[in-house]
């Protein structure tokens, strides 16, 4: 099967409709597919929700489209350094489900194993609880509750990797490993944003993250500017 094309818009034709659900790989904006959220920004589709860490920041990552008006939820764990994200959120304009963070890895992970739901400590007696099960389970130390949670079964997955071979297997740099990996396995599509793409049999197998069995499209992003979110310099010191 050919898996690369030579665009983000042409990785992307036929995929994207209105009001669809999209696992998006990265934290902050690191290990974001910048390319493909763009694409998808330019192509107009709106109503959109997205699960992913968090929305980038201003006019970055998920935050053009927060900007252009077209998410109406957002899945994630925190609103981060994204003021429009959080005007959106306090003005009733964008519905957002706080997850904490390692539910929201293991829902996308369930997802992409199959897994309709599973229990979890994390959240009980909180927020978090309110109208989901709540189950007792003794693990031998006496009964202890537990909250549902259900996996996330995505439209499609859009990650970044840092190395592909032309069947798909991936490899990602580091901590922009991040949610990339669990987010690439949920979709009922996985389009692959990557810096590079080698021939098959050339990576290490022992190295590969990602089986080329979760990848259905790629395109080659590179070369990208490194975006900083916050640049942190000191004076130089007077020798």
């Not at 997802?111 to 109208?131: H, L, M, N, R, S």
Request: proline letters at 4%.
């Amino acid at each position: 099967m050919q898996k690369l094309f030579p665009s983000a818009e042409a990785a992307l034709e036929g995929v994207l409709h209105d009001g669809m659900l999209i696992a998006s790989g990265g934290f902050g904006l690191c290990g974001i597919p910048e390319r493909l959220l763009k694409a998808i920004q330019d192509s107009g589709v709106k109503n959109l929700t997205f699960a992913s860490n968090n929305a980038g920041i201003d006019n970055e990552g998920i935050g053009m489209l927060l900007r252009s008006k077209q998410v109406a939820k957002m899945i994630s764990s925190y609103v981060g350094e994204n003021k429009e994200f959080e005007r959106q959120y306090l003005s009733g304009e964008l519905e957002v489900e706080f997850c904490p963070q390692g539910t929201l890895a293991e829902r996308m992970r369930a997802g992409g194993a199959g897994i309709p739901g599973f229990y979890t400590k994390t959240g009980v007696g909180t927020q978090v609880a309110e109208g989901k099960e709540v189950k007792s389970f003794d693990k031998g130390d006496g009964p202890e509750d537990f909250i549902l949670e259900r996996g996330i079964f995505a439209d499609l997955s859009i990650v970044k990797a840092w190395k592909a071979d032309e069947t798909g297997n991936l490899m990602f740099r580091k901590t922009a490993r991040n949610f990339n990996q669990p987010a690439a396995t949920c979709g009922k599509i996985c389009v692959v944003e990557v810096e590079e793409v080698v021939p098959a049999g050339s990576l290490d197998p022992d190295c590969i993250h990602l089986p080329g069995v979760f990848v259905n499209r790629m395109v080659v992003g590179a070369p990208y500017d490194k975006k900083i979110e916050f640049v942190t310099t000191r004076e130089r010191e007077t020798a």
